[in-house]
T-cell receptor
Framework: GQQLNQSPQSMFIQEGEDVSMNCTSS?????WLWYKQDPGEGPVLLIA?????ELTSNGRLTAQFGITRKDSFLNISASIPSDVGIYFC??????????FGAGTTVTVRA | DVKVTQSSRYLVKRTGEKVFLECVQD?????MFWYRQDPGLGLRLIYF???????EKGDIPEGYSVSREKKERFSLILESASTNQTSMYLC????????????FGSGTRLTVV
């Protein structure tokens, strides 16, 4: 399947910080999705993006669908401790399959 | 609350055993998927099914098979478990044309010793 490059691989957050992560691909996608996985659970959908250039918010989360349709970013504003987890980007071409990034692991800075 | 249910959260099996991982969804979804998740590698597609008795290989099907006898149930089979199949296994489902991606189960952490 198509390979998505997600960065950073990991990050430390301090409560109140804004954080950002992004995903790039050599392929064009029709839909970009961002998921979050809490420890011991399956990924849960956070935001879905359907049009190039689209900017969508869900509470403190904001994501954008890149103009080239080959990239997307996710911002988290005013981090709180429950933001820790693994964030995955995913690109969708067809009805059947998603291609996933390797994930960004967010942990709290001690 | 609609859901995807994986029958076991944790499994420990011996090398060479035949292992069945079960997944059931109650959303009447046509599409079902099995992924494995490994640190640094993200989610890799093993097999998927877009209808009863239909199956397609994903990116890493070697060492696995699947069964979909009923719409709501999709089983992943490890014919002869090996230690390199120790991983987190995630089942997911979706509806054709659904613009909201997949709904995932909570995962099964399999350890092969």
């Amino acid at each position: 399947g198509q390979q998505l490059n997600q960065s950073p691989q990991s990050m430390f957050i301090q409560e109140g910080e804004d954080v950002s992560m992004n995903c790039t691909s050599s392929s064009i996608f029709n839909t970009w999705l961002w998921y979050k996985q809490d420890p011991g659970e399956g990924p849960v959908l956070l935001i879905a993006l359907y049009k190039a250039g689209e900017l969508t918010s869900n509470g403190r989360l904001t994501a954008q669908f890149g103009i080239t349709r080959k990239d997307s970013f996710l911002n988290i504003s005013a981090s709180i401790p429950s933001d820790v987890g693994i964030y995955f980007c995913a690109g969708q071409l067809s009805d059947y399959k998603l291609s996933f990034g390797a994930g960004t692991t967010v942990t709290v800075r001690a | 609350d609609v859901k995807v249910t994986q029958s076991s959260r944790y499994l420990v099996k011996r090398t060479g055993e035949k292992v069945f991982l079960e997944c059931v969804q109650d959303m009447d979804h046509e599409n079902m998927f099995w992924y494995r998740q490994d640190p640094g590698l993200g989610l890799r597609l093993i097999y998927f099914s877009y209808d009863v008795k239909m199956k397609e290989k994903g990116d890493i099907p070697e060492g696995y098979s699947v069964s979909r006898e009923k719409k709501e149930r999709f089983s992943l089979i490890l014919e002869s478990a090996s230690t390199n199949q120790t991983s987190m296994y995630l089942c997911a489902s979706s509806h054709p044309g659904q613009l909201y991606g997949y709904t995932f189960g909570s995962g099964t952490r399999l350890t092969v010793v």
